[in-house]
């Protein structure tokens, strides 16, 4: 019997997830159809009690679930844990476990991005969301000793420096609020820049203004595009790399959780730049507009072990988009 993954968002049309995993899954010869469902906040809680069912391999979650999935499944990896947010699930019977797959998602992008360099320890994050958790997580666990994360709403940044207050006890996690002079200051202190926020994604805005970019950063964003924040970092002198090795990563991830198997990465890559050449650009992180912000308070993670992350034989590299 054909078996389904299912990616529940909202909204989740135009996923190039669905390209990545559906060429995965043919390539393997596994009989598994990957769907989009778009389902509201009431209809999360519906659509997740159906994949308990023996025709799912498991489901991708995406914006704006991937927290409020956390309370109606039964259990959560160490990732998902740390995080707070879940973007993959597997059945274990009838039971559902959360994994978070940005989480190596990300450690595959720092590694492609700092290439053979030595692993700066200071980083400035802007963004406080889901994303921002898996990349603030990441680098706790990297061993990074000072990172500040800038937020438009601060209560969030806040939020999420409280989050991780254990795991981060022996390193300097900070809020600061969003001013392009404190952001100017600190970005003078750092080596790693990491945008993720969702400026960019539909618009041809970037977060920060272009002339307060020094030029000797290694620079990252999520965003899957070229974005003008990358064209302006790079334009500035600093090293580039945008989300797509994330999102290649993390979807490799969850593909091995559903199937057992290793994921075809150059089959996924390529599908994702066929999808990609096509003008199909993911919804997923497009905010859905009519649905509030997840509460940004939580309970302290409990502190995580660090792991070693696989060391990237790539250099760091400039991707187009
Ligand atoms: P969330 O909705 O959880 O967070 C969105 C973030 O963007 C918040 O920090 C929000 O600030 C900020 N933001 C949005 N609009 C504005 C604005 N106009 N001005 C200032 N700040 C703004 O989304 P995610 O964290 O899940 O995703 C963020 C981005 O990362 C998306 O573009 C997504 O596509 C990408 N992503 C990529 C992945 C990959 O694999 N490459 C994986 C995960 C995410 P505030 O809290 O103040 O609203």
Same mark, same amino acid.
């Given at each position: 019997?054909?078996?389904?993954?299912?990616?529940?968002?909202?909204p989740?049309?135009?996923?190039?997830s669905?390209?990545m995993?559906q060429?995965?899954?043919?390539h393997?010869?596994?009989?598994?159809?990957?769907?989009?469902?778009?389902?509201?906040?009431?209809?999360?809680?519906?659509?997740?009690a159906?994949?308990?069912?023996?025709?799912f391999?498991?489901?991708n979650?995406?914006i704006?679930h991937?927290e409020?999935?956390?309370?109606?499944?039964?259990?959560?990896?160490?990732?998902?844990?740390?995080?707070?947010?879940?973007?993959?699930?597997?059945?274990e019977?009838?039971r559902?476990?959360?994994?978070?797959?940005?989480?190596?998602g990300?450690?595959?992008?720092?590694?492609?991005?700092?290439?053979?360099?030595?692993?700066?320890?200071?980083?400035?994050?802007?963004?406080?969301?889901?994303g921002?958790?898996?990349?603030?997580?990441?680098?706790i666990?990297?061993g990074?000793?000072r990172?500040?994360?800038?937020n438009?709403?601060?209560?969030?940044?806040?939020?999420?420096?409280?989050f991780?207050?254990?795991s981060?006890?022996?390193?300097?996690?900070?809020a600061?609020p969003?001013?392009?002079?404190i952001?100017?200051s600190?970005?003078?202190k750092?080596?790693?820049?990491?945008?993720?926020?969702?400026?960019g994604?539909?618009?041809?805005?970037?977060?920060?203004?272009?002339?307060?970019?020094?030029g000797?950063?290694?620079?990252?964003?999520?965003?899957?595009?070229?974005?003008r924040?990358?064209?302006?970092?790079?334009?500035?002198?600093?090293?580039?790399?945008?989300g797509?090795?994330?999102?290649l990563? $993390?979807?490799?991830?969850?593909?091995?959780?559903?199937t057992g $198997?290793?994921?075809?990465?150059?089959?996924m890559?390529?599908?994702?730049?066929?999808?990609?050449?096509?003008?199909?650009r993911?919804?997923?992180?497009?905010?859905?507009?009519?649905?509030?912000?997840?509460?940004?308070?939580?309970?302290?993670?409990?502190?995580?072990?660090?792991?070693?992350?696989?060391?990237?034989?790539?250099a760091?590299?400039?991707?187009?988009?």
């Open positions: 019997m054909t078996k389904r993954v299912v990616l529940i968002g909202h989740v049309a135009h996923s190039l669905g390209a995993q060429a995965a899954f043919d393997l010869g596994i009989g598994a159809t990957y769907e989009q469902w778009d389902r509201t906040t009431l209809q999360l809680a519906d659509a997740v159906e994949i308990r069912d023996d025709a391999l498991g489901a979650i995406t704006p991937k409020r999935v956390v309370p109606l499944i039964d259990r959560s990896t160490e990732d998902a844990l740390a995080t707070g947010a879940i973007n993959t699930l597997t059945r019977g009838r559902l476990v959360g994994h978070n797959t940005d989480v190596p990300f450690a595959a992008a720092l590694d492609r991005l700092v290439g053979r360099q030595k692993m700066p320890r200071q980083a400035v994050v802007l963004g406080a969301g889901g921002a958790r898996a990349v603030v997580f990441g680098l666990r990297q990074f000793q990172v500040i994360v800038f438009r709403h601060l209560h969030r940044a806040e939020g999420l420096v409280r991780f207050g254990r981060a006890a022996h390193m300097e996690l900070k600061m969003w001013h392009d002079s952001i100017e600190e970005l003078t750092t080596r790693v820049l990491v945008n993720a926020t969702s400026i994604l539909v618009s041809d805005e970037s977060p920060v203004p272009a002339g307060i970019l020094p000797d950063l290694l620079v990252l964003d999520l965003i899957y595009n070229r974005t924040f990358l064209h302006d970092a790079e334009a500035a002198g600093s090293m580039v790399l945008d797509e090795t994330m999102l990563h $993390q979807g490799a991830a969850a593909f091995s959780l559903w $198997q290793p994921a075809p990465l150059d089959v890559a390529a599908a994702l730049a066929d999808a990609r050449a096509q003008g199909l993911s919804a997923e992180g497009e905010p859905a507009g009519d649905e509030p912000a997840p509460a940004a308070e939580a309970e302290p993670a409990p502190a995580a072990e660090a792991e070693p992350t696989p060391a990237s034989e790539e760091a590299t400039t991707t187009a988009g």
